[in-house]
C-alpha cells in the first residue's frame, strides 16, 4: 500500500532533551516536507526537500532540523525541544511534477514538557 | 503575497442536505488548488485538486469544487451531506511560481453533520 509512515505516533518529553520523529514513504517521491498543525494557526510548512541531499526552509524552521540521505526517508530532528514545539507534526511526499496532491502520513503529537 | 481563506469556521447541515465550504484564495500567478479532508485522529486525505484543467473538479466521496478566477474562489459543494462527512477540511493552495513545493493551508473549516 502506497503510504508515509511517521513514527511516533505520540510522543512527551522533556525540555532540551534531544528527539527524532521519522518519516518514510514507499512511493519513490521527490518532494517530502514537514508541516506542523497548531489550532488557529492551520499547517504551516517547516522544512521541505525537493530530492535527495536537497533541503530547505519553509515558514517555521527554528529549532528543528531535517535531512535527505535517502530519497524514501525524511527525519525530522529537534536538537533542544522546548515547550513552544509542542504541537501535531505531519510529514507529505509527492512525486517531482508539480501537478500532483501530497500525500500525509497519519501525524505525530508531541508534547514538550 | 498567496494567502488563503476559508470563509466559515464551523458549518452545521443536516444529513441529506447540500454541502458548501467556501474559500477564496489570492495567488500572484496560476495556482494548483486543493481541499483535504481530516477525520478526528487522522490524517490528511485528499479531496480533489485543481490544476488549470477543467474548472469545475470532481472529487473523492461525492464531493466537487469550481475554480472560479475572477472571483479567486474554490468553493467546495456536495449534494447530499452523510454523517461520515463530519471532519475538518483544508483548502489548500500551491503558489504557481518556483518549485518549492510549499503548501499554504486556510484555516480549516470544521463540518458537523446532525442527523
Not at chain 1, 535527495?52 to 527525519?75: A, I, L, M
Not at chain 2, 479532508?37 to 490524517?43: A, Y
Request: proline share 6%; aromatic share 10%; glycine share 8%.
Amino acid at each position: 500500500e502506497a503510504q508515509v509512515t511517521q513514527n511516533p505516533r505520540y510522543l512527551i518529553t522533556v525540555t532540551g532533551k534531544k528527539l527524532t520523529v521519522t518519516c518514510s514513504q514507499n512511493m519513490n517521491h521527490e518532494y517530502m516536507s514537514w508541516y506542523r498543525q497548531d489550532p488557529g494557526l492551520g499547517l504551516r510548512q517547516i522544512y521541505y526537500s525537493m530530492n535527495v541531499e536537497v533541503t530547505d526552509k519553509g515558514d517555521v524552521p527554528e529549532g528543528y532540523k531535517v535531512s535527505r540521505k535517502e530519497k524514501r526517508n525524511f527525519p525530522l530532528i529537534l536538537e533542544s525541544p522546548s515547550p513552544n514545539q509542542t504541537s501535531l507534526y505531519f510529514c507529505a511526499s509527492r512525486p517531482g511534477l508539480s501537478n500532483y496532491g501530497y500525500t500525509f502520513g497519519s501525524g505525530t503529537r508531541l508534547t514538550v514538557v | 503575497a498567496q494567502s488563503v481563506t476559508q470563509l466559515d469556521s464551523h458549518v452545521s447541515v443536516s444529513e441529506g442536505t447540500p454541502v458548501l465550504l467556501r474559500c477564496n484564495y489570492s495567488s500572484s500567478y496560476s495556482p494548483s488548488l486543493f481541499w483535504y479532508v481530516q477525520h478526528p485522529n487522522k490524517g490528511l486525505q485528499l479531496l480533489l485538486k485543481y490544476t488549470s484543467a477543467a474548472t469545475l473538479v470532481k472529487g473523492i466521496n461525492g464531493f466537487e469544487a469550481e475554480f472560479k478566477k475572477s472571483e479567486t474562489s474554490f468553493h467546495l459543494t456536495k449534494p447530499s451531506a452523510h454523517m461520515s462527512d463530519a471532519a475538518e477540511y483544508f483548502c489548500v493552495v500551491r503558489p504557481g511560481t518556483g518549485n518549492t513545493g510549499k503548501l499554504i493551508f486556510g484555516q480549516g473549516t470544521t463540518l458537523q453533520v446532525k442527523p
